[in-house]
Structure formats: C-alpha cells, structure tokens
C-alpha cells in the first residue's frame, strides 16, 4: 500500500497545482479533486445528494489507487474538504463522511495556507471567508493523530516547501 500524502486547504490555494506537480515529480499515483468535473458537467446548482455523490467519489477514487502498486499516492483532496464545505453549506455533515474521513486517514496532509490572492472561478463560493476555512482545517485535523504541516510561499517556493515538508513528514 502507497503512502498516502492528501494536499487540502480552502479555496484557491494551489491545491491542485501542488498536487499535481509533486505526483509528477515522485512519480505517485495521483487522484484528482472529483468535485470540480462533476460541478463542471452538472448543469445546475448542487444540492446535497450532489454532495454525497461528490463525497462517495472522491472517497472511492482515493481507496482504488490506495491498491495501486505505487510507493507515494498524492491526493488532491479527501472527504476533509467535503466535511468542512457540507458544514459552511449546510450547517452540518452527515455523521457518516465523518466517521468515513476518520477511519480512512493518509500518511500526512499538506494544508495550503491562505497566502496566495484569490483567483475568480465560477465553482469557488467563499472569497471572503479564507480565514474561517483556513481556522476549520487546522480544528478539524487537530482531531485526528495524522501529522499535517502548513505549507505557504508564491510559486516555486510553495512547491519546495510543500516536498521539504512531505520528507519531513514522511
């Protein structure tokens, strides 16, 4: 079974750009943030079936490249982001993706701090509330025994901090 390395974080924090580039340069097997091709492809405004079946995928793609034969998994994302976005939506997640979120922790998790400017993209929601999110990821991750390390820094240096961390971790 692969280490498992999640990169999560609030919106617009190059989760996905991390994520991608450091699967790349380890050679990891990578799942992708699910949401985003599923909200893409909706036709509509999401509500909460949407948000289980969002849930439900991401956790699947998560536990099918955990049998991969790879030494690194990289994953843009897990059930955390889900837990957090169902909470600030709708007040509360279902005790279920909690527990799910709980018994199915990584190795580590990267946690992308709010220092990059937010950039304008139609699924985004929260400009305004970056604090409160990034304060909600710390909460929830002190909950659980999985080292988490907060990776900040502009371009390359967020990439170098993100893999001095991930050694540092792993």
């Not at 799942?31 to 699947?60: I, T």
């Not at 837990?83 to 998790?109: A, F, R, T």
Request: charged residues 30%.
């Amino acid at each position: 079974m692969p280490k498992t390395v999640v990169i999560t974080g609030p919106e617009s924090t190059g989760k996905s750009t991390i994520a991608k580039a450091m699967a790349s340069e380890l050679e990891a097997a990578y799942v992708d943030e699910m949401a985003r091709e599923y909200l893409e492809n909706l036709g509509r405004s999401y509500d909460e079936s949407d948000m289980h079946k969002m849930s439900a995928l991401q956790l699947d793609s998560q536990l099918t490249a955990l049998r991969s034969d790879a030494g690194i998994l990289v994953c843009d994302t897990d059930l955390l982001t889900f837990i957090i976005w169902w909470e600030v939506k709708y007040g509360l997640c279902p005790q279920k993706w909690v527990d799910l979120w709980k018994s199915n922790q990584p190795d580590v998790y990267l946690l992308m701090d709010i220092d990059l400017e937010w950039e304008e993209d139609p699924l985004r929601e929260h400009p305004t509330r970056r604090e409160e999110l990034m304060e909600r990821y710390v909460e929830k991750l002190k909950t659980v025994d999985t080292p988490y390390h907060i990776v900040s820094g502009q371009g390359k240096d967020r990439l170098a901090n993100a893999k001095r961390a991930l050694k540092a971790l792993l």
